[in-house]
């Protein structure tokens, strides 16, 4: 293939022809990837063919299995990058409100306060990478990039439709909230291995803070695939779009969950683990620069996660009733901003939230989980088997 | 009038009266509008602040100052009762040579940082008190700063 | 129970065992929760706090030392720095000493205005604390709020004075200059604002079962505790002691305005808190007042006398409410143009020495719920 067309080398295959493709629905960021390194993989291998004539390594490049691997790649990042944005746009969006709350302004600096965030994140990027004499230094670094991990890992594998997702076990809805409650037993460590009093407190809160939130939550969660009949995030979805909302018939548990959904995220009022009135900073008192600035980060990506459990659980996901999940405008990316859309509803309802209330103490937090919440949860859970008992869904 | 009565709002007449029928050696020196001024020693001092705190009423021990006249020093007391607003103000003179006076922080707890941060600045031993120790300066501090032997820069 | 795997007898007797101990936590002297430079060792056993001592000093600067060295008038812009929240009260104290001391009697218009300026005060400094009280209960909207309409009132003090916070104002013998034009205009116009504000906060605090439960029961003190440690301010009145300087001891010309002294025998953290709303309601009552008596005396009366520059030999003290309690000060004159002795009395120095007595026995997130109470300013502690 001397000297050849770089149209020999770009081409636009049907994704779906392709049988390494892992997926068995079509799948939007893959699509976007696998097409990209069609255009990136096929100019490389086109610019080195030109170069030594007849190469492997460009039709390396461009066999079938190859373009799935780095279409795979560029599908993690894309995911990947989509997440943090819309983290990014959360905490813009937690800055302005908060701001109008308060009667401030807000952060102002470029783009109506944007580029502050993005400011921000350098900011804390370019400091002195500080670490105390006396922490237990693995543990000490290991918890940053564990908590950072799984926060991200619990974000990327929110699906923001039936096209845009990782995986589509049956059971996505348990996985995710199993990643999801891993958090707390790193802070209970990393409090720990600070050798400082005011993050051990504060670890021993977030375990604390866990059991009372915990169980309610997962027993509104089994509600919901009771409700759903599964445990799949698409099936609970579509069901909702089939019947009703799930807000309607449980806005008991609905009101819980969003309780339940702030402690996750560890946001005021239950925030008690880095409660800063008394413990300055609570677990995170040692840490500094980058390290503190990825555990923001992953604080809000957990946060956008718990408004994505609220939307999947209860307002029907990436779809509006009418017009379903837009599937007949498919070349329209709908049904992902109705997700996101609903996304950051969820998280104006925390800012507000947020700004006018107070923290709550330990023991309160323990009396609520368990006297209010528990109790809500379970009733909760006896109307939606009375509801399906009774033949209404 | 019965010294050992408790009075809940004792005039300033009435103070003036009692305090030196009851004690000897206190000297009323003289009365205003809710106010009464008294000197008495310092051997009397304990005895005098326990009766008016517990038949005179006077809840509230406001102050405790240390004063330096180089000659002698003083510790000055004031107490207020808090049902009709009246105060007592209690001048006890102090030996230069030997700067001893009971705590009164037994009777009013609130008098017990006031007599650390005197006893810190002005060196009066306040003898029976909880915790005598530095408040204010640091506790490797060696000067009791509010005495007028210690010059200021500027005032020579 | 019978079939859980180990005996609870068992398990008991290893609790029993375990080696617990209590902890020291340094709060401080950098620290969120002290608003100012003082640390707080709270010995704590698992939350609950069983032991406390606050440490103070570290803004001590010799005041009273200082002043011996320096003409009385010289003093009045060194006890506008006692207290930054509420500066104008101790400028009043000092120059209500020196005053009494040269036996001079002020115009009636200097005491209105005098009356004006400490009630504007108090209002800031009630302000500060009850966004100090927002912050260390976790919630940042109080704070902001507050701080909004502190800032009305050091909009007042510029008017006033053409100062914001370290206003040097009164003076020897009255004031320093007269009220400018539209004063009570503005002043009525501020204060009318501020009490529907005032009224968005509250709500905002009294009808979140949160806030309310986070100071209600906390930290109860007795009417005799308190008498006996020398609380004093709004934290006593909280507490049952129905004693206001303002009332039960006035000077100036409070008894010719009128006004209620709240008072709540609850003794917890919560009557505490609402003692101050409460009084920053009756603050406006007294503006109002005074403000038509300025008014009343007319544009041309006197607000200042000359006053001789030497204070004959002698003691005197005088006494007054300050946004946080009571303030004394104490003047030992040797006849020349500077103080013998000045002591200052302040009265976050007692209240912060009872800090023992209000956290123990309350959790570690009480701490700073409770210890906002006294609403600290350590320029005036540590002096």
């Not at chain 1, 991990?149 to 974000?155: N, P, Y």
């Not at chain 2, 009971?102 to 600045?121: K, M, Q, Y």
């Not at chain 3, 609402?274 to 009343?296: G, L, N, T, W, Y």
């Amino acid at each position: 293939m001397q000297y050849s067309s770089i149209h020999e080398w770009i081409t636009f295959t049907d994704l779906m022809s392709n049988p390494y493709v892992p997926f068995d629905t079509y799948n939007l960021p893959f699509d976007i990837g696998y097409r990209l390194w069609e255009i990136l993989g096929g100019l490389i291998a086109w610019l080195v063919n030109l170069i030594w004539p007849g190469n492997p390594i460009s039709i390396w490049l461009v066999d079938e299995q190859v373009l799935v691997l780095f279409g795979l790649i560029l599908f993690m990042v894309i995911i990947f990058l989509v997440a943090f944005v819309v983290c990014l746009l959360v905490l813009w969006m937690e800055r302005k409100v908060m701001g109008r709350m308060m009667d401030r302004r807000g952060t102002m600096i470029g783009l109506k306060g944007f580029m502050q965030c993005v400011g921000d994140g350098f900011k804390t990027f370019m400091k002195e990478n500080t670490i105390p004499t006396k922490v237990d230094k693995m543990t000490y670094i290991w918890c940053v990039s564990l908590i950072v991990g799984l926060s991200c890992l619990v974000a990327c594998m929110i699906p923001l439709s039936y096209r845009w997702y990782v995986v589509d076990y049956d059971s996505g809805l348990l996985i995710i909230m199993a990643f999801f409650a891993l958090a707390p037993f790193l802070i209970l460590v990393s409090g720990w291995a600070q050798n400082n009093k005011y993050s051990l407190i504060g670890g021993m809160r977030a375990a604390e803070l866990m059991i009372s939130y915990e169980v309610p939550m997962l027993i509104i969660i089994a509600t919901v695939s009771l409700m759903a009949g599964s445990f799949n995030i698409g099936d609970i979805i579509y069901f909702q779009n089939e019947h009703l909302w799930n807000i309607v018939p449980m806005c008991i548990g609905a009101v819980v969950f969003f309780a339940c959904a702030v402690a996750e995220a560890e946001r005021v009022p239950f925030d008690i683990a880095e409660a800063e009135a008394e413990l300055v900073e609570g677990w995170q008192t040692e840490y500094a620069g980058m390290k503190w600035g990825l555990i923001m980060l992953g604080d809000y990506l957990r946060g956008t996660v718990s408004c994505g459990m609220f939307t999947i659980l209860f307002l029907g996901g990436w779809t509006l009733p009418f017009i379903g999940d837009a599937s007949q405008w498919a070349y329209l990316p709908i049904p992902e901003l109705v997700f996101l859309l609903k996304n950051f509803l969820v998280f104006f309802f925390m800012i507000l939230t947020r700004c006018a209330l107070a923290r709550v103490r330990t023991d309160q937090i323990l009396n609520i989980g368990w006297k209010v919440f528990m109790p809500l949860a379970v009733v909760n859970l006896m109307i939606v088997v009375l509801l399906k008992d009774g033949g209404v869904f | 009038m019965d010294a050992n009565a408790v009075y809940q709002k004792p005039t300033v007449e009435e103070i003036a009266q009692i305090l030196p029928a009851k004690f000897s050696a206190v000297k009323v020196v003289k009365t205003e509008e809710r106010r009464v001024y008294a000197t008495l020693p310092r051997e009397n001092l304990f005895e005098v602040c326990t009766y008016i705190h517990d038949n005179l009423t006077f809840e509230h021990c406001s102050t405790v100052i240390g004063v330096d006249y180089i000659d002698h020093l003083a510790t000055v007391y004031h107490l207020t009762n808090y049902y009709n607003g009246v105060m007592i103000e209690l001048a006890v003179d102090i030996p230069a040579d030997d700067m001893h006076v009971d705590s009164v922080t037994p009777i009013w707890e609130g008098a017990n940082w006031h007599e650390r941060e005197t006893w810190e600045l002005f060196g009066i031993v306040f003898d029976n008190h909880p915790k005598l120790e530095r408040l204010l300066t640091p506790e490797t501090y060696e000067f009791f700063p509010f005495r007028k032997s210690y010059k200021l820069r500027g005032s020579e | 129970m019978t079939d859980s795997i180990v005996p609870i007898k068992e398990i008991e007797e290893n609790m029993e065992k375990m080696d617990t101990d209590k902890m020291w936590v340094i709060m401080g002297p950098q620290h969120p929760f002290s608003h100012g430079l003082w640390t707080l060792k709270v010995q704590l056993d698992g939350e609950i706090v069983t032991d406390a001592e606050p440490i103070v000093g570290y803004l001590h600067r010799g005041w009273e030392k200082e002043t011996e060295n320096r003409e009385y008038p010289k003093i009045i812009p060194m006890a506008d720095r006692l207290c930054y929240a509420a500066s104008m009260t101790y400028t009043h104290l000092y120059c209500m000493t020196v005053e009494k001391a040269l036996g001079i009697d002020i115009p009636e218009k200097a005491k209105y205005i005098r009356i004006v300026a400490d009630e504007v005060c108090r209002i800031q400094s009630h302000l500060m604390w009850l966004a100090a009280v927002g912050t260390d209960l976790g919630n940042l909207t109080v704070f902001l709020w507050c701080m909004r309409e502190r800032e009305y009132f050091l909009d007042l003090n510029v008017k006033l004075c053409g100062a914001r916070m370290t206003t040097n104002y009164p003076r020897i013998g009255g004031v320093r200059n007269d009220t400018t034009d539209l004063f009570d205009r503005d002043i009525l116009r501020t204060v009318d604002r501020f009490e529907k504000a005032l009224w968005d906060i509250i709500y905002l605090i009294d009808d979140s079962s949160i806030f309310v439960s986070r100071m209600k029961g906390i930290s109860i003190l007795t009417r005799e505790q308190v008498a006996n440690v020398g609380l004093t301010g709004p934290a006593m009145r909280g507490c049952g002691v129905d004693f206001d300087i303002r009332r039960d001891d006035p000077y100036d010309n409070y008894d010719k305005v009128d006004f209620e002294v709240p008072v709540l025998t609850a003794g917890d953290s919560y009557s505490r808190y609402m003692i101050r709303v409460e009084e920053m309601f009756q603050s406006c009552d007294i503006i109002r007042q005074a403000v038509q008596k300025v008014k009343a005396l007319g544009k041309n009366a006197p607000y200042r006398i000359k006053t001789p520059s030497k204070v004959p030999a002698g003691t005197t003290f005088t006494r007054l409410e300050d946004p946080r309690g009571e303030s004394l000060m104490y003047l030992v004159s040797d006849g020349t143009d500077r103080p013998w002795r000045l002591k200052v009395r302040s009265p976050i120095f007692v209240n912060v020495s009872s800090a023992k007595l209000q956290s123990v026995g309350t959790r570690i997130a009480d701490v700073p719920a409770v210890l906002a109470q006294i609403d600290m300013c350590l320029g005036e502690t540590d002096r």
